[in-house]
């Protein structure tokens, strides 16, 4: 396993080369094709993972339509608090957006890592913090913002996380569906399309085989209601 890689995933930061042997050495590799599920709703909690190289989607099932929740990318932790939790029961399902490698680390090791590691174990708590503030926050632009301005700021956040450049261009690397893009905003699917194509009127973005071109990445990130 690539020592620059567990160094530079922030649970880890500040472990020296030894630990960090150490720490790796707990996790194992598994590879997923595109399209495969990785976990299912109510399945028991028992391994967490981190992602080196491909995209996550976490979603949540009703009435037997999938609703995309969240995306993971490369150093990404994820099925982490269920596996600490004494529910020990998946909340949501997650499945490979495109082919994956991850390392996955079952309860008891986990357990014992953050028990020996009293760094990883606070890092540990504050992603978790972190996490809880941007739910409280996304909860929060659902009561008092739009639809256009959660698709901005939802556009904003992936472009930050997923972003990348070529040749000038500047995009998110991900294909989304206008039903996912929907989903992480919490409107109507037309709803989302109607904001999508207003954006790419007003050349904020552009759209083609559903990957996202930002052409203005200023206006996504620095966008507060009534811009």
Known sequence: MEDSFW??????????????????????????????????????GA???????????VFATTKGREHTVDLFGKGDFFGD?????????????????????????RREPFERLLADYPAVNNRFLLLQMDRLILSNRMLHEMKIYDARARTIFTLGRLYQRFGAQEQGRHYIDLRLTHQQVADMIGTLRETTTLVLKDLQDHRIIDIRQQQITVLDPGYLLEYRQGD
């Not at 391994?47 to 989607?57: K, P, S």
């Open 7 to 44: 160094a530079e995933i922030p649970l880890f930061q500040g472990l020296s080369p030894e630990e960090i042997g150490t720490v790796c050495g707990l996790f194992t590799r598994k590879a997923y094709s595109k399209g495969k599920l990785i976990f299912a709703e109510s399945d028991p």
């Open 47 to 57: 391994n967490a993972y981190v992602i080196h190289t491909g995209i996550l989607r």
């Open 81 to 105: 608090l269920e596996v600490i939790h004494p529910s020990n029961i998946r909340l949501l399902s997650a499945v490979a957006m495109s082919d994956m490698v991850v390392f996955e680390i």
